[in-house]
């Protein structure tokens, strides 16, 4: 590469770790599908268990199709490297599993998705590992919340659905100066609309089921390390500064100055969890990003008109995105989110249940379904599903209130979208009548 | 790993995840500027397994090494002569990248027989560098370190790399730049270290001293070290009667990241002869 140059993110997102097959000539990535690879010899085997030389041994572990869309991600999150994972909850789990143990403590955002907020308050907390939930925007609740064995911070770009714009400098400094890493939720966003590291984030996770794969058809996720986060300096972390039994006694901090995390998250947590991905899901996955930065402007186009649609409405009491001055993060979204705070988001019917419930069947182009980030347009009851275990007190928390519909707003024309929601609303007020 | 003590500051050594033995030949392996031991993962680890003691050496002044960061390569062979003392270690093969191959240069020149093997990655003699690069690693060392790190790269594809798969080289070596910057409070590692490449001029007289066979490892498509800028040092090796190979990858100047298998592999088989 003569020159000084460095591809953007639309080239990143085309060419980022992948070249044409050297032994066939295939232009585009190809599918891996195989469980193991061939040793050359029993030396190479051993090397390649010992960490002595990279390459492939079990597909749990790596494969070639996954690498790809790994150093895509790192590349176009501005990371050192990545491991893609079962789903996104799976990513939050290598995350948290790879840092700490029982008698470990989290600070984490109250504006979670239901399923992370799940994990963090039930489960995890079977295991032994508890969690302080503080108001994204309360930054002092957030250095209040600090033990002495808390081991991470965790939040998300723009919490779930209130679209709360996660202060990353702010938390991050704070994390950092209790020697704890942020762990920041990007799913919502994807690195088009902002580089959770360019703020001080130090791993980024995504459910990449959502926008990354962007056609709603895979099940997938990835965790994305930084490589800025000093483990040995803060202490708090012997899984990666001291010698582990569980893989030759290595010590990951020594291995690599900036790349323990993923070390040990690899070698322990796809090896022993085994929440690893397919790679069929990997390639789907990667047919997604190579559109990435077209679908994300098209989203925020969309999502911009709908939301000034919505905003005009009678019977819409409450828009929640940070487009408009009224939302919360409005400043900070300008700040950190330039090109847009995502294209989910949630309304207020001025209604009842019933009106919710009749506004969401008269919807004819907008799918009633459990995800977001689809290139179809989307639409969902939060209280009634994907939030339903909540208590009233964690729903106002995390800003939902029983009359509350989350949109995720797709590729369609934007004329048709409106159109489409006019006549729900139309369909609310009468059945109100 | 080995902690010794050399000049009286506290010294790091990676030693591949094996304990030093006294009985096996030893390999040190040299690090470039803004770099590490870290550079040399997979390579160090192997050989470690293999039937060598490795010291993957962080320079004074560097990450885990206390001292000051060397001023010159002279200041820095002098260093290592120090370490293979503190180590007690009589013979040694020396493995350098790029700063760190001038530095081998120069140690293999004054201990003589005390140097069994000298491998230079990524090298090149003499190894100017821009008065604008100079200038950028003071003042501005994020640009300098990004433009750095595209001079460095050959591909947006690697293979599986160190760390493994799914590493994105360009990433892990801005990162590992930023951490051995942000290691030495006192000093710009990275100015310091360009200044002492840039300043460089003993490497023709010192080719011709060493008493080892030289292994010139390069990379066909390195902007940082082109081939062409080693073929001065390789033909003066030669004219002194020297044992030279040369082995050109096709990488760029990450050699030992971006390609760590046909690296290790022309290391390993150097070192054997």
């Known amino acids: 590469m003569p020159g000084y140059s460095d591809p953007g993110f639309d080239t990143l997102a085309l060419h980022a770790g992948a070249a044409p097959d050297p032994t066939t000539g295939a232009r585009a990535v190809p599918i891996h599908l195989t469980t193991s690879f061939v040793f050359e010899s029993s030396d190479h085997a051993a090397a390649l268990f010992n960490l002595e030389r990279a390459g492939h041994v079990y597909s749990r572990i790596s494969n070639p199709t996954n690498a790809v869309f790994e150093q895509r991600m790192a590349a176009l999150e501005g990371g050192i490297g990545a491991i893609a994972v079962a789903s996104g909850q799976a990513a939050l789990h290598l995350s948290v599993a790879t840092l700490m143990g029982a008698g470990s403590h989290i600070v984490a955002s109250t504006a979670l998705y239901g399923g992370s907020q799940n994990l963090l308050h039930y489960t995890l907390r079977r295991f032994g590992i508890d969690t302080t939930f503080v108001k994204p925007g309360d930054i002092d609740a957030w250095r209040k919340a600090v033990r002495p064995n808390t081991k991470l911070f965790f939040g998300e770009t723009v919490g779930n659905p209130g679209l709360d714009v996660l202060d990353i400098p702010a938390v991050s400094a704070i994390a950092h100066e209790a020697g704890v890493p942020l762990l920041v939720d990007s799913t919502l966003t994807s690195p088009w609309l902002i580089k959770p590291f360019e703020h001080g984030a130090d791993l980024v996770y995504h459910s990449a089921t959502k926008f990354l794969s962007g056609h709603g058809t895979v099940i997938g996720g990835v965790v994305v390390d930084g490589g800025s986060f000093d483990w040995e300096a803060s202490g708090k972390f012997s899984e990666l500064s001291q010698a582990y039994d569980g893989f030759h006694n290595m010590v990951f901090t020594e291995e690599s100055t900036v790349g323990a995390f993923l070390l040990r998250a690899r070698r322990e947590g796809l090896r022993d969890f085994g929440a690893c991905m397919s790679p069929h899901t990997a390639w789907l996955i990667l047919q997604g990003i190579e559109t990435l930065p077209l679908r994300m402007a098209r989203h925020m186009s969309n999502t911009e008109k709908v939301v000034q649609f919505l905003a005009s409405q009678p019977f819409v009491s409450r828009v929640g995105h940070p487009l408009l001055e009224s939302h919360p993060s409005h400043a900070l979204a300008r700040k950190l989110l330039p090109r847009g705070a995502g294209s989910v988001f949630s309304f207020d019917l001025k209604g009842n249940r019933e009106q919710g419930k009749a506004f969401i069947e008269a919807l004819k182009l907008f799918s009633h379904l459990a995800n977001v980030g689809d290139c179809r347009s989307l639409v969902i009851h939060p209280a009634s599903t994907t939030h339903f275990r909540m208590s009233d007190e964690a729903l106002a928390g995390a800003g939902i209130t029983q009359g509350t519909i989350r949109l995720s707003i797709g590729l369609e024309d934007p004329d048709d979208l409106i159109e489409d929601l006019k006549r729900a609303l139309k369909a609310a007020e009468k059945a109100g009548a | ?273």
């Open chain 2, 1 to 273: 790993m080995m902690k010794l003590t050399v000049n009286g500051a506290p010294t790091y050594c990676y030693t591949g995840g094996k304990a030093f033995d006294p009985a096996k030949p030893t390999v040190v392996m040299i690090h470039g500027v803004l770099n590490d031991h870290s550079v040399w993962i997979l390579q160090s680890r192997y050989l470690a397994h293999h039937g060598w003691n490795v010291l993957a050496v962080d320079l004074p002044g560097h990450c885990r090494s206390g001292g000051e960061a060397p001023e010159s390569v002279e200041e820095a062979a002098a260093f290592i002569a120090a370490l293979l003392d503190a180590a007690g270690v009589q013979r040694a093969a020396l493995v350098g990248h790029s700063w760190g191959s001038l530095i081998a240069l120069e140690a293999a020149a004054r201990l003589k027989d005390r140097v069994s093997h000298l491998v230079l990655v990524g090298t090149a003699y003499p190894m100017k560098v821009s008065q604008a690069l100079l200038d950028a690693s003071l003042k501005e060392p994020e640009t300098a370190l990004k433009m750095i790190n595209v001079y460095s790269r050959s591909t947006l594809a690697a293979p599986p790399s160190a760390l493994g798969p799914g590493t994105w080289v360009y990433g892990a070596s801005l990162a590992l730049g930023r951490r051995v910057l942000a290691s030495n409070r006192s000093v710009n590692v990275f100015h310091r270290g360009f200044q002492a490449c840039d300043r460089y001029a003993n490497g023709e007289q010192a080719i011709a001293h060493i008493s080892c066979p030289v292994l010139f490892l390069l990379g066909a498509q390195d902007q940082m070290t082109q081939p062409k800028a080693a073929q001065g040092l390789i033909a003066r090796a030669r004219e002194s009667g020297k044992k030279v190979e040369v082995v050109n990858l096709p990488v760029g100047h990450h050699q030992m990241t971006e390609i760590p298998d046909e690296t290790l592999a022309a290391i390993r088989d150097f070192l054997r002869r």
